[in-house]
């Protein structure tokens, strides 16, 4: 019998990357896979039912199952309704409480800070949640250049709203989309703006030319398609607090034991599987965001 190669049954990217890749799913994982990211160690039998438990989505469902309001409430509709939206030329505003306030081009963001993949869970408050590789650059290394002054303690985002391109602005919602971090949240090193998805650049329905992703926190956080960062000293207003405060708070941090007021959040169904999955604190990365909420009532703060 032919012997099968690993590069047979694994995309390019990942058999081209192999070390790599385990180094960055150990981001995913957790600490479990760290053993298995030392220079020039297969993992393990174990360690790769690990690493299959949280694989990445597939293409096709990252690009083709999406929440973009405004172009569709129809998760499968959004692709094709966002297919045509113009992304060039772009430009996203940075200001408000900053010493060096700067609009970027699409064309200085890709130049001035070093894209890198960030394999990351995302977790739908609705209870669906994928694996997305993304290729992207901390926040925080955006915000070091524009410098926020000492009265900044929150980050505002804006999104595109532009009624000829998006057919879903009609429905009665306050557009456009917005939302927040708190300072020390969006200098978290897991916040990123993303630019990209699997090595390719952001389609439409997934939030391109750039996104926030937030990975600790629920989707609705990870504003798509930014066209304005405001820091800014009060806590901002955001899209879904709007429609409904009771439901949806500021923090919106991932966790099992804060139930949505109309349905649980303990468990979560992962796009591509069947059986419904446990969801974890913080999605995950209770160990790098625990500290940013220390001593705060995290059921109050939902
Ligand atoms: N950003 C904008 N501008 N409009 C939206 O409707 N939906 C959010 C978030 N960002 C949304 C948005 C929600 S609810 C989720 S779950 C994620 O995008 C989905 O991202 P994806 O379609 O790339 O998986």
Known sequence: MEKINRSDITPSWLYMNRRQFLQKVSLVGGAAILAACAPGVIPTEEEEKIIQYDAPTDITSIKTYNNYYEFSVYKDRVFE??????????????????????????????????????????????GWSMVIPWVGFPLAKLLEVVKPTAEAKFVRFETLADPEQMPGLTANFPWPYQEGLRLDEAMNDLTILATGIYNEPLDPANGAPVRLVVPWKYGFKSAKSLIKIELVSEMPATFWNLIAPREYGFYSNVNPDVSHPRWSQATERRIGETQRRPTLMFNGYEEEVAALYEGMSLQSNY
């Open 81 to 126: 309704l966002a297919e045509n939206l113009k992304t060039d030329p772009w430009t996203v505003e940075v200001s408000g409480l900053v010493e060096n306030p700067t609009n970027f081009s699409m064309q200085d963001i890709l130049n001035q800070f070093t894209q890198e993949e960030r394999i990351y869970r995302l977790r739908c408050v609705e």
